[in-house]
């Protein structure tokens, strides 16, 4: 089960798993942005964020699919992402 934080979800999202999330309950999550399912809007900026945490948390997956999802951003929302993913990792 994800553990919610007090971390806000995105705009119009769900919200995100606190800093106690392995990198497979990231990895979800980031395949839910990804998809736009669960719930979730569809948004690969947030996505990008969820997949890169994982990866950081040891997923193989989130690593592949952040690399492909890179590939389909603007430089600007991966840079976005990135910082995203710097914020998450400084609440926690």
């Given at each position: ?56 948390r ?26 995203q ?8």
């Amino acid at each position: 089960m994800i553990d919610m934080l007090q971390t806000e979800a995105p705009e119009g999202g769900i919200p995100l798993p606190g800093p106690e999330s392995s990198g497979d309950e990231l990895f979800r999550m980031g395949l839910l942005y990804s998809t736009g399912q669960g719930g979730a809007p569809l948004d690969y900026v947030s996505a990008h964020m969820l997949f890169n945490l994982a990866a950081m948390r040891g997923s193989m997956e989130a690593r592949l699919y952040r690399k492909e999802l890179s590939s389909e951003m603007d430089p600007g929302d991966v840079a976005e992402a990135q910082r995203q993913a710097r914020e998450w990792l400084a609440q926690g």
